[in-house]
Each structure stands twice: as structure tokens, then as C-alpha cells.
């Protein structure tokens, strides 16, 4: 019988997650930020300063999306707590909205922001 050699996946050294973890859990957030800002830009909201709020969350996400890779840290943490004051804020009209806002909440706590 042969054996095989098995293969262990390499190691970063934050949080020994192994390789390209790190750049899959960036692609999901980038994901998430995009279909956030997707569904913040549909909401039409009679509320003006509901409207106003989903409008500035929609264009600091674009904002943030917009930047290289290596600016954007800073801007997740920023984003990450705007979005925490949104949910309270708006649950209990956008529901489906404020779920897509945990999720990107969830991705940003994942990788350590």
C-alpha cells in the first residue's frame, strides 16, 4: 500500500488561520459591502432623517470601496460602528437591511476590526 504525504495548510501568523483565509474573509466583506450598499441604495425611506442616514451609509460604503485595499482598515473600523448606531436605529422597519448590516458587522469582528 502507498501512502500519500499529506499536506497541512500553512499558517499565517495572525490567529493561525491558514493562508488565504485572510483573503477569502476580505472578498466575503467586500461582497457584503457591495450587496449592503445595493439594497441601502433601494430603500426610499419617508422618515428624513432615516433617508438621510441610509444615504450617508450608502456613500461611505461606496467611499470605502473605493479605496486601495491597504486604506481601507482605518475606514472599516469607522464604518463598523456607524452601522452598529444604524441597526438599533432601523430593525424594526429594514429589517432585511439591519440582517445584511449584522452580517457585515459579523465579517468586520472575523478579521479583527
Not at 18 to 26: Q, V
Amino acid at each position: 500500500m502507498q501512502q500519500t504525504a499529506r499536506t497541512l495548510p500553512a499558517f499565517d501568523s495572525g490567529g493561525g488561520r491558514p493562508y488565504g483565509s485572510r483573503a477569502m474573509e476580505k472578498q466575503e466583506l467586500h461582497d457584503r459591502l457591495e450587496r449592503l450598499h445595493a439594497e441601502l441604495r433601494q430603500i426610499d425611506s419617508v422618515d428624513p432623517e432615516e433617508r438621510e442616514m441610509l444615504a450617508h451609509l450608502a456613500g461611505d460604503i461606496r467611499a470605502l470601496l473605493d479605496r486601495p485595499e491597504a486604506e481601507r482598515r482605518r475606514g472599516y473600523a469607522q464604518l463598523g460602528d456607524r452601522l452598529r448606531a444604524a441597526v438599533g436605529r432601523l430593525e424594526a422597519s429594514y429589517p432585511r437591511t439591519t440582517i445584511l448590516m449584522g452580517q457585515v458587522i459579523d465579517t468586520l469582528a472575523g478579521i479583527g476590526l
